[in-house]
């Protein structure tokens, strides 16, 4: 049972837009930044978007996160491929003094 | 360019004890907070353990306080976790990755991996 709660899976068609959630609690996604990670199989994961909503160099602007009270979410849009992968929130919790992260989200592009 | 590399992973009997190293270099070390993640086979990550850019504060998940430890030499550019009393269920890929100057779960590179197997 992860501290952060994302859907088990995802799907989506090409060009599509998906979104995955990424739900938490007052000690960790409503006071501290969330954090949104891509895994694709057999590699280490990559950092997708920090800050709630920051992207860093490289990512693709099809990428987006956002943030309202304990909930975030990360959207994808112009779904391709290539982002069949799977996908991982996390925050820092106050409470326990550590990183959680969420279940992780794995996506499948029909 | 940013580099980590772990080594140090292995085969170690249930109630063991081994040392992971993460050698870092294309950046300046001693300004990041360090963290190490795991991801049992076919699961999600975890998060371990995390030490401040100074050496000066450690944080643990509570699955490994206390059986754990991590360090951090910033004039070897090195990473460390001394996990000892291992269980199965430590059975992981553990990576190294990257902070930021705070202990937020900002981890802009990773390593890429060292299998440690906890069994008989």
């Known amino acids: 049972q992860s501290v952060l709660t994302q859907p088990p899976s995802a799907s989506g068609t090409p060009g599509q837009r998906v979104t995955i959630s990424c739900s938490g609690s007052s000690s960790n996604s409503g006071t501290n930044y969330v954090y949104w990670y891509q895994q694709l199989p057999g590699t280490a994961p990559k950092l997708l978007i920090y800050?709630?909503?920051q992207r860093p160099s490289g990512v693709p602007d099809r990428f987006s996160g956002s943030k309202s009270g304990t909930s975030a979410s990360l959207a994808i849009s112009g779904l391709r491929s290539e982002d069949e992968a799977d996908y991982y929130c996390?925050?820092?919790?106050?409470?326990?003094?550590?990183?959680?992260f969420g279940g992780g989200t794995k996506l499948t592009v029909l | 360019q940013v580099q980590l590399v772990e080594s140090g992973g292995g085969v170690v009997q249930p109630g063991g004890s081994l040392t992971l190293s993460c050698t870092a270099s294309?950046?300046?070390?001693?300004?990041?907070?360090m963290h190490w993640v795991r991801q049992a086979p076919g699961k999600g990550l975890e998060w371990v353990a995390v030490v401040s850019y100074d050496g000066g504060n450690k944080y643990y998940a509570g699955s490994v306080k206390g059986r754990f430890t991590v360090s951090k030499d910033n004039s070897k550019n090195t990473l460390s976790l001394q996990m000892g009393s291992l269980r199965a269920e430590d059975t992981a890929v553990y990576y190294c990755?990257?902070?930021?100057?705070?202990?937020?779960?900002?981890?802009?590179?990773w390593g890429q991996g060292t299998l440690v197997t906890v069994s008989s």
């Open positions: 990755a990257r902070g930021d100057s705070s202990l937020r779960p900002h981890f802009d590179y």
């Open positions: 800050r709630n909503y």
């Open positions: 294309g950046f300046t070390f001693s300004s990041y907070a």
């Open positions: 996390a925050a820092w919790d106050d409470s326990l003094s550590g990183v959680v």
